[in-house]
């Protein structure tokens, strides 16, 4: 679905300075090369298994599908993972490949800080230097995730510019990988930005829809009618969509952060409330206003607190493949305490946004329908947040 | 063609960058005609952006407080039109890839031609986005000025021989910000582009002091100066234009005096 130039439609591209051309074609040249390449391949299948855990559960959710009254609903567990996410795929992913092109330094941006604390361990493991660009703002968020990156070996750096989120880190990390490419690699952690990251993010998260397709068929013989993963930029909803886009009659439905409503500025809702534009290194649609500058964006949730979307999500979007919807923050902290209090598990207020659309949607299908939630990460990260919403301090 | 070939038929060039609007459009219209008094062959002009991915602090403080003040594309095409009422000399704008596109890219370039501006410099379009505008630029004869960085290598050539307007040389890694030193080797790099181009090469990024615009100067054809402008209006606000006007001087003069082509 990629053509040489990285597009997906219209989407997609390089638009990048000058400095980091080579540093993108160098990478994808790299790519190319061992991504065919049997030993690379067995290399990260065994990180998968016998470090990160993989496969990951395909776990059905008993107590909600007879809650809820319709249809039958079964939850990946990424948040089973090491390091809590989903993002250890795609960082496990792109380490190797670094190690393998000579690279001795690894830079990262982070939102929630699930995708820098998954660099500083792969970091740690593969005995690089690590450094993780945060958004000031996301730092005191989540400051557990900024202990355990130093505990992993890294430095975190605060990013105070622009609105102090995901968006300024990003920022951040392409101004210093401008400034020294020779030993270091950008690990982007989802799948946006130049030309090849979206590509090599989403097939090292394609082993999530890889192994549910396969689960699926071992448990109930046929395949889901419909997937839910929650969409910032993108990498668990690509990862957890890409092995079902060819199978039409499965509904794949991604859903945004309407942060406090999609008709207020308090919102991440791409899809939703953004055009088209050109921005971090691609063509997608971004939130912004009418000069293209870009919106100042708002979630709860740190992870999904972006203004773009990666621009495979905006393809699907154009070709009516994958449904975006906005989720509330108040409907995702609902449906976290909703998946806490009935199945005995906290997810990311991330994933909870895609528990929250499976409980609207669930109740009106049929019984004998299927619905696969992603649950991208476990929520202990966010459990000081949660308290803080609903108006009780507690220390973390 | 443009116009911008004109900067360089008066020996060495030297170009200043001042962000539009920073803090307010008056002082930028003050500002850009006392560098234009003093000397200035071409004046590139700053389109503030939210997310300015190729500067450093203190071009990213410039944008932000341009857009607090309240700068739009459209105040940015008025002030063009004050400007050339009496400004003579070449004018690029540098912004970035989606303030052109959001705009609409021929609504934006056509407006860049009837304004009077001769150029675009968009660091975030490289060589193989360049058809995003390229195909306006030609239509209204609006030079888009690419750029060579110290990473370019094996890309002079190719960049080189479709190049407009001027060359852009990126002196060293990294973002805009004035440096103590440059260790790229720029001679190389302009050899190699005389190899494959005819037209005018200036140099940027990092150049605050005569000596390194002089030095910068004299391996190539110009030097451009953003960021240690940009502090000049940080620290006198709308005060700053004298004080520009004085800097360019400076720095024309060490431009005039450096020799070699």
Redesign the interface.
């Known amino acids: 679905m990629t053509n040489p130039?990285g597009r997906f439609g219209i989407h997609g591209?390089?638009?990048?300075?000058?400095?980091?051309?080579?540093?993108v074609i160098e990478l994808e040249d790299a790519y190319e090369h061992y991504k065919n390449d049997p030993e690379f391949n067995s290399e990260l299948t065994e990180l998968f298994n016998n470090y990160a855990g993989r496969p990951s559960r395909l776990y059905f959710a008993g107590r909600m599908t007879a809650d809820l009254g319709g249809a039958k609903i079964y939850l990946k567990r990424e948040d089973l993972n090491h390091t809590g996410a989903h993002k250890i795929n795609n960082v496990l992913g792109q380490a190797l490949l670094a190690k393998k092109m000579g690279k001795t330094r690894l830079i990262a941006e982070t939102g929630a800080g699930q995708h820098g604390v998954a660099t500083a361990t792969a970091a740690a493991l593969m005995n690089m230097q690590c450094v993780v660009f945060m958004g000031i703002e996301d730092t005191k968020r989540q400051a557990l995730n900024v202990y355990r990156m130093k505990l992993l070996g890294a430095d975190v750096i605060p990013v105070e510019?622009?609105t102090g989120t995901l968006?300024?880190a990003v920022?951040e990390a392409?101004?210093e990988w401008?400034?020294?490419?020779s030993d270091t690699h950008y690990c982007l952690g989802s799948v946006m930005g130049p030309h090849p990251f979206p590509t090599i993010v989403r097939d090292f998260q394609a082993v999530i829809s890889q192994e549910i397709k396969k689960q699926i068929f071992e448990l109930e013989k046929k395949l889901p009618d419909a997937v839910i993963a929650c969409v910032g930029g993108g990498s668990n909803a690509i990862g957890s969509f890409w092995h079902f886009i060819n199978d039409k009659d499965v509904r794949l439905i991604g859903c945004e952060a309407a942060g406090r409503g999609v008709d207020t500025f308090e919102t991440a809702a791409t899809i939703a409330t953004g055009r088209?534009?050109?921005?971090?290194?691609m063509k997608s649609y971004?939130c912004?206003d009418?000069?293209?500058?870009?919106a100042p964006v708002y979630s709860i949730s740190a992870g999904l607190d972006y203004p773009g979307i990666g621009p495979e999500h905006a393809y699907l979007h154009d070709i009516g493949r994958a449904e975006y919807v906005p989720v509330t923050d108040e409907e995702a902290v609902n449906a976290f305490e909703y998946l806490a209090k009935t199945e005995g598990i906290i997810p990311a207020i991330e994933s909870a946004h895609a528990v929250s659309y499976a409980m609207k949607i669930a109740p009106s299908m049929e019984k004998d329908k299927i619905i696969v939630i992603t649950i991208s990460g476990r929520g202990d990260k966010d459990c000081a947040a949660i308290a803080r919403y609903r108006g009780e301090n507690i220390n973390e | 063609m443009s116009n911008i070939h004109k900067a360089f038929e008066n020996g060495k060039a030297f170009i200043p960058f001042i962000t539009c609007g920073d803090p307010d459009t008056e002082t930028t219209l003050k500002s850009v005609r006392a560098a234009v008094e003093n000397g200035a062959d071409l004046i590139e002009l700053g389109i503030p952006f939210s997310d300015p991915t190729a500067e450093g602090p203190v071009i990213q403080g410039a944008n932000l407080r341009a857009l607090k003040g309240g700068i739009t594309t459209d105040k940015v095409f008025s002030l063009v039109e004050d400007l050339r009422r009496d400004v003579k000399i070449p004018m690029v704008f540098m912004t970035y890839a989606n303030v052109v596109f959001s705009y609409g890219a021929e609504k934006f370039i056509s407006r860049c031609k009837e304004t009077g501006i001769d150029g675009l410099i968009i660091p975030d379009l490289p060589f193989e986005e360049k058809e995003e505008f390229l195909p306006f630029c030609h239509q209204y004869g609006v030079d888009l000025i690419s750029m060579i960085a110290p990473t370019s290598e094996n890309r002079i050539a190719m960049i080189a021989r479709e190049a407009e307007g001027f060359l852009y040389i990126v002196s060293s890694l990294g973002v805009t910000g004035t440096r103590s030193e440059i260790k790229t080797d720029l001679t190389k790099i302009i050899e190699s582009v005389r190899k494959n181009s005819k037209i005018p090469c200036a140099v940027g990024f990092g150049i605050s002091t005569p000596e390194q615009a002089k030095k910068m100067a004299s391996i190539s054809d110009g030097a451009i100066v953003g960021s240690a402008i940009i502090k000049i209006l940080e620290k006198y606000g709308s005060d700053a234009s004298a004080y520009i006007g004085e800097y360019v001087k400076t720095m024309k003069d060490a431009v005039r005096e450096s020799l070699g082509k």
């Open positions: 130039k591209g390089q638009y990048i300075t000058e400095t980091l051309m080579n540093a510019t622009g968006k300024d920022s392409m101004r401008t400034s020294r490419i088209l534009g050109i921005f971090h290194g971004f912004q009418e000069y293209g500058q870009i």
